[in-house]
């Protein structure tokens, strides 16, 4: 590896470690810690939010995915970017407007505790048991990917690169909480969409000039990448839809919705992830798809397509910036999930359950222990370095999308929700993606398709049957109260736009 790699990669950690101080040194309260004061603004909010779902599976994952699979493996990005668009016009915006209206709520479990009137407590305990187990296996995936960069940069052994890499990443979040995630997030997506799409121009010009990884060989000679549809059937087409119904469930997604400025910024983030999510998953599907022709379509880990084709095809100095854009987007993914694992633990139970008058200053460093504690717990778990990264990440993913989805989506949207109805969801959907991940086979191959397809629907179905079965007129109260202020919210929007809008019809007449 040759040393302006190695200075050029050494430039970008310390950045992101400088971020972290700097937030750490403007951390006050918990609010701050775990939520940025809900001071995020639309171009933060959406890079963050994109960066911290897309991770290493967008460089890493997805690329192999389509070298290994053919074109047909696109889909998953398609149904990605469905489920971006869905994410931020359904969810965004009264998400941030009900969590602060319920009684400011900093957190997912905390949001379901105040909109469901759970005086027992029980919402809070479910949701928080699910998310610690579901994202560990998240985090343990980003740990997997950085340790695979690390290993593949300084050909040092697996696990002394994975407890490096670990650390690495750790060290900025435990600092600086949720601004200097959401911040070093945004240079990081920045980095992500960069690099793919360098490395892909530049791929794309090697062949054109007729270059090949193996001199005694041609792209011209290996057989064609499969093509969109070829092989896919209906059971497979849902499965792959399965990565846009997931997406309103993801915590440390939507968690950007509630530090949202201002409800106004939905709107402005929405065009801004749009845009850098085309090109970020568009930019990958290429080099998974001109990488199998650079190598001839033959790798032994197939998930290292880009981190290979940028030693390859970049000036050292360039490489070492574009393969940090790796661990960017590893950092982007972990640093998020550690945040909202610390505030289930510091928020959540913590506070909700065993000191209910502990001070700032004690839940900030309960949040900061918490972190190292997931991950210390995730990296014992990644130390197979066999693991794939996009399985983890989809197991992962589909728990959070069947067992958070549905009661996201009908909390924000259908009155008479009940609390016995979302615990009832949360349950069904993450025990569905359990038992459903395991099969396979089945009559057309049901058993196959992707785990959060089934458990969303199933979580879905218990949602509304154990809601129409329960007794919900306290929560059918807190609705109205909510949509109270969201209609207030939106009459103050029109009303504040009328005179522009008035002197725009005086000129045009």
């Not at 090697?206 to 549809?229: K, V």
Request: charged content about 10%; glycine content about 10%.
């Amino acid at each position: 590896m040759s040393t302006s790699v190695v200075i050029s990669f050494a430039i970008y950690l310390v950045l992101m470690l400088g971020i972290g101080i700097y937030f750490y040194l403007s951390t006050r309260d918990l609010s701050d810690y775990i939520l940025g004061g809900r001071n995020l603004p639309a171009g933060v909010a959406a890079l963050s939010a994109g960066a911290s779902d897309l991770s290493g599976w967008a460089l890493m994952g997805l690329p192999g995915a389509i070298f290994s699979g053919g074109l047909s493996q696109a889909w998953m990005a398609v149904w990605t970017l469905v489920g971006v668009y869905l994410n931020w016009s359904l969810i965004a915006a009264r998400l941030r407007v009900f969590t602060e209206a319920a009684g400011n709520a900093l957190t997912v479990p905390d949001y379901f505790e105040a909109r469901f009137v759970d005086r027992q407590r029980i919402l809070r305990t479910v949701s928080s048991i699910v998310m610690l187990v579901f994202f560990t296996f998240y985090v343990s995936a980003g740990l997997v990917g950085g340790a695979v960069l690390f290993e593949s940069l300084f050909h040092v052994d697996y696990l002394v690169a994975l407890w490096v890499g670990a650390a690495v990443i750790v060290s900025y979040t435990f600092l600086g909480g949720f601004l200097a995630a959401s911040w070093t997030d945004l240079v990081q997506g920045l980095m992500m969409a960069a690099a793919l799409l360098v490395v892909a121009i530049m791929t794309l010009l090697a062949l054109i000039n007729g270059g090949s990884f193996a001199e005694s060989s041609s792209a011209a000679d290996i057989a064609p990448l499969s093509g969109l549809m070829e092989g896919m059937t209906v059971v497979g087409m849902l499965s792959l839809s399965g990565w846009a119904i997931g997406y309103c469930g993801q915590p440390h997604v939507v968690v950007r919705f509630m530090a949202l400025r201002r409800r106004e910024d939905v709107k402005i983030s929405r065009r801004i992830a749009m845009i850098w999510s085309t090109i970020t998953m568009g930019s990958a599907v290429a080099v998974g798809a001109l990488g199998y022709y650079w190598f001839n379509g033959g790798l032994e880990n197939s998930e290292r397509v880009f981190i290979l084709l940028s030693n390859v095809m970049l000036n050292p100095w360039v490489a070492g910036f574009v393969l940090a854009g790796v661990l960017a987007a590893i950092m982007s993914t972990v640093d998020s999930q550690l945040l909202v694992c610390s505030s289930t633990l510091a928020e959540d139970i913590y506070r909700g359950f065993l000191r209910p008058a502990a001070s700032q200053r004690e839940l900030i460093w309960l949040s900061r222990l918490s972190v190292l504690a997931v991950a210390l717990l995730a990296t014992a778990m990644a130390n197979d370095p066999d693991s794939s990264i996009l399985d983890l990440v989809s197991y992962a993913w589909g728990g959070f999308g069947a067992a958070f989805g549905p009661v996201i989506l009908l909390s924000l949207f259908w009155r008479n929700m009940s609390r016995n109805g979302a615990v009832a969801g949360l349950v069904v959907g993450a025990l569905t993606v359990a038992i459903w991940k395991p099969l396979s086979g089945g009559p057309a191959g049901i058993f196959d398709m992707f785990e959060v397809v089934p458990g969303f629907l199933s979580s879905l179905l218990a949602v509304v049957v154990v809601s129409l079965l329960s007794d919900n007129r306290r929560e059918r109260e807190c609705f109205d109260g909510l949509m109270s202020v969201w209609q207030r919210d939106t009459d103050t929007n029109e009303s504040s736009a009328q005179p522009a809008t008035q002197l725009k019809g005086e000129n045009h007449e």
